[in-house]
């Protein structure tokens, strides 16, 4: 008895087209298509696969505009497909010639002797490109001496979003920009490798490691990045916030890539924050229509001993960030029950591995609580005392009275919403 089903097709055939076969044949047709069709494996995701891809999804737009991706059998609407260029790694195992390795430092050389290696492991050093703050320690000597492209500008000038997105703004011939901190050291040869894969998927635009603690860390600093990276990877996309909620944004510009084109069309980073720049570009990604991919498999050696004073600032800056940029919030939910959630497994994780340091969490907790708060309404502390309170002064120290008076230093929230509505139209 025959049976009438829809095969997947070649690219050069027509996508409508029905073929009524008996099961033993069918499959003999699918082998035969198999070993005489030109097209490159899909794991390989080359130049000719992806632009022979782009063609036949562009000639086929059926009723309803949902077009299925003949390999892969999912459904998506035609209004978030975006061309890409795709990239093939070299035989060395290095990455690709379109991708630029994007480094901010500050008196790096206590950091040189492992960053460095480890990233030359990686890349050649023509592809990365240091962002120096008038270090004073040698560092652009030790930055030239290896090979790397050097950019100084004034310390002054530096902005956790706007130094990055200069960055990005004099490499516009690349693809993928990867950025990484001076003290994250990569795990091994193939960490920019296994994080750049996660392009494969055309929907993800931006992609950040996991960071794992370095070597000598207490269990406090250890638990932070256990908590916060955990060993399974995960596509974060908006249909997450109701399962992730504010998590659903979380990235860290610490080891995190972006399909350039992406982070351009979104407005690029915005250059008018306190820090979390990288949060809010996930945001505006992930509101476009887009993925954020965490690659668990792509490990960076980064923690923070932070003593109480520092947690204390590190958070009052959240709740400035909070507080300025309230549409995440609305957007992805609130942070209470991310950090009960956190309290409560760091009290479990030393529990079982140092008791000791319960009593230090729990100041530690009150510390970070107490910033937060202070955070939020920081349009009721004076200049000084916001200075006073944060781990980025120099942030206050380039607003006057008058900007924070008139919320002209507040403009990204306004700027994300028109880029979000560009972006779904």
Known sequence: MLKATRTPFPFSASPNSKHLLPADAQQSTRKRRRETSPRPAIAIRSREYCAARQVALS???PE??????????????????????CWRHTEQGRIGEMLRVIVPTLNAAADWPQFAPALLACVRPDQVLLIDSESTDGTVELASKAGFGVCSIARTEFNHGGTRQR??????DEDILVYLTQDAVLAGSNEL????????????????????PRPG???IEAHARDFNYPAVSRLQELTSRRRLGLKTIFMSNSFAAYRRSALMGVGGFPSNVIFGEDTITAANLILAGYKVAYVAEACVYHSHSYTWIQEFKRYFDIGVLHSRERWLLDEFGGANGEGRRFFLS??????????????????????????????????????????????????????SVADLSDGSDQPSALVSKRVRHACRR
């Open 59 to 61: 000639v086929w737009e």
């Open 64 to 85: 309803g505009g949902i077009v299925k991706y003949p390999e892969e059998g999912r459904h998506r609407p035609l209004r978030r497909m975006v061309p890409v260029r």
């Open 167 to 172: 960055a990005a703004e004099m490499l516009p």
């Open 193 to 212: 490798k296994k994080l750049i894969a996660a392009f494969d998927d055309p929907q993800v635009m931006a992609a950040y490691g996991r960071q794992v």
């Open 217 to 219: 860390a207490c269990a």
């Open 346 to 399: 760091e009290l479990r994780y030393l529990l079982q591995r140092d008791q000791w340091r319960i009593p230090s969490a729990l100041v530690r907790t009150g510390f970070k609580l107490l910033g937060y708060r202070l955070g939020r309404r920081e349009n009721w502390l004076s200049l000084d005392l916001k200075r006073l309170m944060s781990m980025s002064p120099r942030f206050w120290e380039a607003r």
